[in-house]
Protein backbone atom coordinates (compact mmCIF):
# COMPACT_ATOMS: atom_id res chain seq x y z
CA UNK A 1 0.00 0.00 0.00
CA UNK A 2 0.81 3.48 -0.87
CA UNK A 3 0.46 5.84 2.03
CA UNK A 4 1.29 9.72 2.34
CA UNK A 5 2.27 11.51 5.48
CA UNK A 6 0.67 15.30 4.92
CA UNK A 7 2.02 17.96 7.46
CA UNK A 8 3.80 21.06 7.70
CA UNK A 9 7.38 21.81 6.44
CA UNK A 10 10.39 19.72 6.29
CA UNK A 11 13.47 21.46 7.42
CA UNK A 12 13.02 20.04 10.55
CA UNK A 13 13.29 15.97 11.22
CA UNK A 14 10.12 15.23 12.27
CA UNK A 15 10.17 13.88 15.97
CA UNK A 16 7.03 13.12 16.24
CA UNK A 17 6.36 10.73 13.03
CA UNK A 18 9.43 9.91 12.91
CA UNK A 19 8.33 6.24 14.52
CA UNK A 20 5.10 6.37 12.70
CA UNK A 21 7.02 6.42 9.52
CA UNK A 22 9.12 3.68 10.39
CA UNK A 23 6.09 1.14 11.69
CA UNK A 24 4.68 1.88 8.44
CA UNK A 25 8.05 0.79 6.33
CA UNK A 26 8.90 -2.19 8.28
CA UNK A 27 4.89 -3.56 7.52
CA UNK A 28 5.47 -3.12 4.17
CA UNK A 29 4.54 0.07 2.65
CA UNK A 30 5.41 2.49 0.59
CA UNK A 31 5.98 6.20 2.67
CA UNK A 32 5.32 9.36 1.17
CA UNK A 33 5.58 12.69 3.25
CA UNK A 34 3.44 15.40 1.45
CA UNK A 35 4.06 18.91 2.46
CA UNK A 36 4.51 22.79 1.27
CA UNK A 37 8.05 23.53 1.11
CA UNK A 38 9.80 25.55 3.68
CA UNK A 39 12.90 26.59 2.10
CA UNK A 40 15.12 23.29 3.47
CA UNK A 41 14.19 19.23 3.48
CA UNK A 42 15.58 17.33 5.92
CA UNK A 43 18.08 14.55 5.05
CA UNK A 44 16.57 12.52 7.54
CA UNK A 45 13.83 11.26 4.44
CA UNK A 46 15.86 10.24 1.92
CA UNK A 47 18.00 8.57 4.49
CA UNK A 48 15.09 6.71 6.14
CA UNK A 49 13.16 5.81 2.33
CA UNK A 50 10.23 8.56 2.77
CA UNK A 51 10.14 10.15 -0.81
CA UNK A 52 9.52 13.53 -0.40
CA UNK A 53 5.90 15.21 -2.04
CA UNK A 54 6.21 18.99 -2.52
CA UNK A 55 2.63 20.53 -2.52
CA UNK A 56 2.47 23.94 -3.99
CA UNK A 57 0.51 26.18 -1.25
CA UNK A 58 0.82 29.19 1.76
CA UNK A 59 0.34 27.22 4.71
CA UNK A 60 -0.01 30.59 6.61
CA UNK A 61 -3.09 30.99 4.36
CA UNK A 62 -6.59 31.80 5.76
CA UNK A 63 -8.05 32.88 2.70
CA UNK A 64 -10.45 30.21 1.37
CA UNK A 65 -10.76 31.01 -1.94
CA UNK A 66 -6.54 30.26 -2.09
CA UNK A 67 -7.45 26.57 -0.61
CA UNK A 68 -9.21 25.89 -3.48
CA UNK A 69 -5.70 26.39 -5.58
CA UNK A 70 -4.14 24.27 -3.57
CA UNK A 71 -6.79 21.58 -2.99
CA UNK A 72 -6.17 21.17 -6.91
CA UNK A 73 -2.48 21.15 -6.55
CA UNK A 74 -3.00 18.25 -4.09
CA UNK A 75 -5.20 16.18 -6.15
CA UNK A 76 -3.11 16.04 -8.89
CA UNK A 77 0.09 15.05 -7.05
CA UNK A 78 -1.53 12.70 -5.23
CA UNK A 79 -3.11 11.04 -8.16
CA UNK A 80 -0.22 11.04 -9.94
CA UNK A 81 1.32 8.94 -7.68
CA UNK A 82 -1.61 6.70 -7.21
CA UNK A 83 -1.40 7.23 -3.54
CA UNK A 84 -4.50 4.51 -1.57
CA UNK A 85 -4.50 6.33 2.05
CA UNK A 86 -3.19 9.34 3.82
CA UNK A 87 -2.98 10.65 7.26
CA UNK A 88 -3.35 14.58 7.31
CA UNK A 89 -1.83 16.46 10.44
CA UNK A 90 -3.00 19.90 11.08
CA UNK A 91 -6.04 21.46 10.95
CA UNK A 92 -4.87 24.13 8.19
CA UNK A 93 -3.91 21.08 6.10
CA UNK A 94 -8.02 19.67 6.72
CA UNK A 95 -9.67 21.35 4.15
CA UNK A 96 -7.76 21.05 1.15
CA UNK A 97 -5.66 18.15 1.61
CA UNK A 98 -8.74 15.89 2.33
CA UNK A 99 -11.01 17.34 -0.13
CA UNK A 100 -8.33 16.58 -2.69
CA UNK A 101 -7.64 13.39 -1.97
CA UNK A 102 -10.92 12.36 -1.88
CA UNK A 103 -11.23 13.76 -4.90
CA UNK A 104 -7.78 11.88 -6.31
CA UNK A 105 -9.70 8.74 -5.21
CA UNK A 106 -7.94 7.84 -1.66
CA UNK A 107 -9.33 5.08 -0.06
CA UNK A 108 -8.88 5.80 3.65
CA UNK A 109 -8.25 9.50 5.36
CA UNK A 110 -7.22 9.66 8.50
CA UNK A 111 -7.44 13.68 10.18
CA UNK A 112 -4.85 14.34 13.26
CA UNK A 113 -6.32 17.73 15.61
CA UNK A 114 -2.83 18.13 16.99
CA UNK A 115 -4.16 21.41 18.14
CA UNK A 116 -6.66 23.86 17.10
CA UNK A 117 -4.43 26.45 15.47
CA UNK A 118 -4.79 30.06 14.25
CA UNK A 119 -7.97 29.53 12.79
CA UNK A 120 -9.91 29.62 16.17
CA UNK A 121 -7.57 32.22 17.23
CA UNK A 122 -8.18 35.10 15.02
CA UNK A 123 -10.22 38.08 16.38
CA UNK A 124 -12.04 40.79 15.03
CA UNK A 125 -13.79 40.84 11.91
CA UNK A 126 -11.31 39.31 9.76
CA UNK A 127 -11.76 36.05 12.42
CA UNK A 128 -15.71 36.32 11.99
CA UNK A 129 -15.54 36.25 8.01
CA UNK A 130 -12.53 33.64 7.69
CA UNK A 131 -14.04 30.91 10.66
CA UNK A 132 -17.98 32.00 8.59
CA UNK A 133 -16.21 30.58 4.86
CA UNK A 134 -14.04 28.12 6.57
CA UNK A 135 -15.98 26.40 9.32
CA UNK A 136 -18.47 24.76 6.06
CA UNK A 137 -15.56 23.31 3.95
CA UNK A 138 -13.87 21.90 7.71
CA UNK A 139 -17.10 19.75 8.15
CA UNK A 140 -17.14 18.86 4.65
CA UNK A 141 -13.46 17.73 5.29
CA UNK A 142 -14.23 15.55 8.45
CA UNK A 143 -17.51 14.16 7.10
CA UNK A 144 -15.45 12.26 3.82
CA UNK A 145 -12.71 11.58 6.56
CA UNK A 146 -12.62 8.03 7.32
CA UNK A 147 -11.40 9.01 10.97
CA UNK A 148 -10.32 12.10 13.03
CA UNK A 149 -8.16 11.99 15.72
CA UNK A 150 -8.23 14.25 18.28
CA UNK A 151 -5.24 14.77 20.17
CA UNK A 152 -7.14 16.08 23.66
CA UNK A 153 -10.60 15.81 25.05
CA UNK A 154 -10.88 19.62 24.91
CA UNK A 155 -9.97 19.60 21.26
CA UNK A 156 -12.88 16.74 20.91
CA UNK A 157 -15.65 18.72 22.79
CA UNK A 158 -15.10 22.42 21.06
CA UNK A 159 -14.94 20.54 17.38
CA UNK A 160 -18.24 18.75 17.87
CA UNK A 161 -19.91 21.73 19.93
CA UNK A 162 -19.43 24.15 17.09
CA UNK A 163 -20.44 21.43 14.77
CA UNK A 164 -17.62 20.57 13.02
CA UNK A 165 -17.96 17.24 13.55
CA UNK A 166 -20.76 14.31 14.82
CA UNK A 167 -19.98 12.70 17.47
CA UNK A 168 -19.49 9.23 16.36
CA UNK A 169 -16.86 6.27 16.12
CA UNK A 170 -14.49 7.61 13.55
CA UNK A 171 -13.58 9.84 16.11
CA UNK A 172 -10.68 8.95 18.61
CA UNK A 173 -8.14 10.43 21.18
CA UNK A 174 -4.58 9.91 21.33
CA UNK A 175 -1.94 11.06 24.05
CA UNK A 176 -0.81 13.85 21.40
CA UNK A 177 1.60 12.30 18.75
CA UNK A 178 3.34 10.47 21.49
CA UNK A 179 7.11 10.18 23.09
CA UNK A 180 10.10 7.51 22.35
CA UNK A 181 10.57 6.03 25.95
CA UNK A 182 13.76 4.62 24.80
CA UNK A 183 14.90 7.91 23.83
CA UNK A 184 13.38 9.93 26.62
CA UNK A 185 14.58 7.28 29.89
CA UNK A 186 14.25 8.65 33.25
CA UNK A 187 17.48 10.08 34.93
CA UNK A 188 18.29 11.00 37.98
CA UNK A 189 17.27 14.54 39.08
CA UNK A 190 19.53 16.63 38.99
CA UNK A 191 20.34 17.73 43.11
CA UNK A 192 20.61 21.71 42.53
CA UNK A 193 17.27 23.59 42.82
CA UNK A 194 17.21 24.07 38.81
CA UNK A 195 14.26 24.78 36.93
CA UNK A 196 14.11 24.25 32.78
CA UNK A 197 12.11 25.79 30.18
CA UNK A 198 12.51 24.16 26.94
CA UNK A 199 10.52 25.09 23.73
CA UNK A 200 10.01 27.16 20.80
CA UNK A 201 9.67 30.86 22.32
CA UNK A 202 6.81 32.65 21.39
CA UNK A 203 4.82 35.07 23.34
CA UNK A 204 2.34 32.42 24.09
CA UNK A 205 4.40 29.71 25.67
CA UNK A 206 4.39 31.89 28.91
CA UNK A 207 8.74 32.48 29.03
CA UNK A 208 6.87 36.24 30.37
CA UNK A 209 5.42 34.49 33.19
CA UNK A 210 8.33 32.11 33.50
CA UNK A 211 10.81 34.79 34.04
CA UNK A 212 8.49 36.71 36.43
CA UNK A 213 8.21 33.67 38.58
CA UNK A 214 11.91 33.29 38.74
CA UNK A 215 12.12 37.02 39.69
CA UNK A 216 9.70 35.79 43.17
CA UNK A 217 11.67 32.26 43.65
CA UNK A 218 15.26 34.14 43.85
CA UNK A 219 13.69 36.73 46.41
CA UNK A 220 13.42 33.59 48.96
CA UNK A 221 15.74 31.08 46.98
CA UNK A 222 18.79 33.25 45.65
CA UNK A 223 20.81 30.04 44.56
CA UNK A 224 17.83 28.44 42.67
CA UNK A 225 18.92 28.69 38.80
CA UNK A 226 16.31 29.45 36.04
CA UNK A 227 16.68 27.61 32.35
CA UNK A 228 15.76 28.30 28.79
CA UNK A 229 16.32 26.55 25.65
CA UNK A 230 14.95 26.84 22.45
CA UNK A 231 14.99 28.70 19.20
CA UNK A 232 13.59 32.06 19.35
CA UNK A 233 10.06 32.61 17.22
CA UNK A 234 11.12 35.26 14.67
CA UNK A 235 7.89 37.63 16.00
CA UNK A 236 9.69 37.85 19.33
CA UNK A 237 13.32 39.49 18.29
CA UNK A 238 11.42 42.79 17.55
CA UNK A 239 9.03 42.24 20.69
CA UNK A 240 8.85 43.31 24.56
CA UNK A 241 9.52 40.21 25.05
CA UNK A 242 12.55 39.96 23.64
CA UNK A 243 13.69 42.83 25.70
CA UNK A 244 12.72 41.05 29.04
CA UNK A 245 14.59 37.91 28.02
CA UNK A 246 17.88 39.86 26.97
CA UNK A 247 17.44 42.40 30.36
CA UNK A 248 16.70 39.04 32.44
CA UNK A 249 19.60 37.22 31.39
CA UNK A 250 21.78 40.51 32.28
CA UNK A 251 20.82 40.68 35.68
CA UNK A 252 21.27 36.65 35.83
CA UNK A 253 17.66 36.17 36.86
CA UNK A 254 17.77 33.16 33.82
CA UNK A 255 20.23 31.97 31.67
CA UNK A 256 19.61 31.45 27.80
CA UNK A 257 21.30 28.78 25.80
CA UNK A 258 19.96 28.68 22.68
CA UNK A 259 18.67 26.29 20.68
CA UNK A 260 19.47 22.41 21.26
CA UNK A 261 20.02 19.12 19.58
CA UNK A 262 20.22 16.75 22.39
CA UNK A 263 17.05 17.18 24.54
CA UNK A 264 17.19 14.67 26.75
CA UNK A 265 20.62 15.71 27.59
CA UNK A 266 18.72 18.69 28.85
CA UNK A 267 16.65 17.26 30.78
CA UNK A 268 18.90 15.18 32.93
CA UNK A 269 20.51 18.60 34.17
CA UNK A 270 17.52 20.26 35.66
CA UNK A 271 15.27 19.10 38.36
CA UNK A 272 11.98 20.56 37.77
CA UNK A 273 10.23 21.50 34.69
CA UNK A 274 8.37 24.45 33.89
CA UNK A 275 5.86 25.05 30.98
CA UNK A 276 3.62 27.94 31.71
CA UNK A 277 2.14 27.92 28.06
CA UNK A 278 -1.16 29.10 26.82
CA UNK A 279 -0.84 27.87 23.07
CA UNK A 280 -3.78 25.79 21.70
CA UNK A 281 -1.36 22.62 20.95
CA UNK A 282 -2.41 19.35 20.96
CA UNK A 283 -0.23 17.61 23.66
CA UNK A 284 2.85 19.50 24.10
CA UNK A 285 5.90 17.79 22.95
CA UNK A 286 8.62 19.17 25.56
CA UNK A 287 6.12 18.44 28.00
CA UNK A 288 5.95 14.42 27.07
CA UNK A 289 9.40 14.80 26.74
CA UNK A 290 9.74 15.82 30.44
CA UNK A 291 7.81 13.50 31.82
CA UNK A 292 9.19 10.63 30.15
CA UNK A 293 12.61 11.43 31.54
CA UNK A 294 11.16 11.75 35.15
CA UNK A 295 10.66 15.25 35.33
CA UNK A 296 8.18 16.90 37.99
CA UNK A 297 6.09 19.45 36.03
CA UNK A 298 4.08 22.47 36.58
CA UNK A 299 2.19 23.78 33.21
CA UNK A 300 -1.14 25.93 33.12
CA UNK A 301 -4.73 23.65 33.16
CA UNK A 302 -4.98 24.59 29.64
CA UNK A 303 -6.02 22.17 26.48
CA UNK A 304 -3.32 20.05 25.98
CA UNK A 305 -1.34 21.03 28.94
CA UNK A 306 -2.96 19.50 31.60
CA UNK A 307 -3.09 16.31 29.42
CA UNK A 308 0.34 15.90 30.70
CA UNK A 309 0.23 16.76 35.09
CA UNK A 310 -2.27 14.36 37.24
CA UNK A 311 -2.32 17.55 39.42
CA UNK A 312 -0.20 17.30 42.93
CA UNK A 313 0.91 13.62 41.73
CA UNK A 314 3.42 13.95 39.09
CA UNK A 315 3.57 17.90 39.52
CA UNK A 316 1.02 21.12 39.54
CA UNK A 317 -1.26 22.59 37.18
CA UNK A 318 -1.26 26.04 37.51
CA UNK A 319 -3.46 29.07 36.19
CA UNK A 320 -2.52 30.32 32.91
CA UNK A 321 -0.78 33.40 33.08
CA UNK A 322 -0.75 33.90 37.06
CA UNK A 323 3.29 33.81 37.57
CA UNK A 324 2.56 34.08 41.44
CA UNK A 325 0.56 31.00 41.48
CA UNK A 326 3.61 29.52 39.86
CA UNK A 327 6.29 30.97 41.89
CA UNK A 328 4.35 29.39 44.94
CA UNK A 329 4.86 25.71 43.19
CA UNK A 330 7.89 26.29 42.20
CA UNK A 331 9.00 27.54 46.05
CA UNK A 332 6.90 24.20 47.13
CA UNK A 333 9.23 21.98 45.22
CA UNK A 334 12.70 23.13 46.35
CA UNK A 335 10.92 22.90 49.77
CA UNK A 336 9.61 19.26 49.17
CA UNK A 337 12.38 17.25 47.97
CA UNK A 338 11.15 13.88 48.68
CA UNK A 339 7.19 14.72 47.39
CA UNK A 340 9.50 15.42 44.47
CA UNK A 341 11.40 12.87 44.38
CA UNK A 342 7.84 10.93 44.35
CA UNK A 343 6.93 13.26 41.88
CA UNK A 344 9.86 12.26 39.44
CA UNK A 345 8.39 8.45 39.57
CA UNK A 346 4.97 9.07 39.22
CA UNK A 347 5.71 11.12 35.63
CA UNK A 348 7.45 8.27 34.10
CA UNK A 349 5.24 5.96 34.75
CA UNK A 350 2.23 8.52 33.51
CA UNK A 351 3.98 8.84 30.10
CA UNK A 352 4.07 4.97 29.87
CA UNK A 353 0.76 4.48 30.53
CA UNK A 354 -0.01 7.33 28.24
CA UNK A 355 2.46 8.75 25.98
CA UNK A 356 4.20 5.79 24.48
CA UNK A 357 4.65 6.61 20.65
CA UNK A 358 4.53 3.03 19.63
CA UNK A 359 1.38 2.75 21.48
CA UNK A 360 -0.13 5.61 19.77
CA UNK A 361 0.94 4.78 16.33
CA UNK A 362 -0.69 1.61 16.61
CA UNK A 363 -4.08 3.30 17.11
CA UNK A 364 -3.53 5.52 14.41
CA UNK A 365 -2.90 2.49 12.23
CA UNK A 366 -5.17 0.66 13.10
CA UNK A 367 -7.60 3.16 11.53
CA UNK A 368 -5.47 3.47 8.73
CA UNK A 369 -5.57 0.52 7.37
Known amino acids: ??????????????????????????????????????????????????????????????????????LLNIKGKIHKEKIDSVIIYGVKNHIAMTIGAKLAGVKR?????????????????????????????LKISYKIADGVCFQNTDDKRIFISKHLIKSSSKIFVTGGSGVNLNNYQQKPLALENTFLFLARITPSKGLKEYIEAAKLVKKVYPAASFEIVGPIDAAVEQSDLNEILSDSCEKKVVRYHGETSDVPECMSKCRFFIYPSYYPEGVPRCAMQAIATGRPII??????????VKNGV??????????????????????????VEKMAKESRLYAEEKFDVNKINKMIVKRLI
Open 1 to 70: MKIAIMCNGLSSKPSDRTELIHLLSQMGHEVLVGTVYDGEINPYYEQNNAKVLLIDANRNNTNPFIEIKS
Open 314 to 339: NGFLVPAKDSKTLAEKMIWMIEHPSE
Open 109 to 137: IICIVNGRGNLFKLAGIKGKIVRCMSFPL
Open 299 to 308: TCDTPGCKET
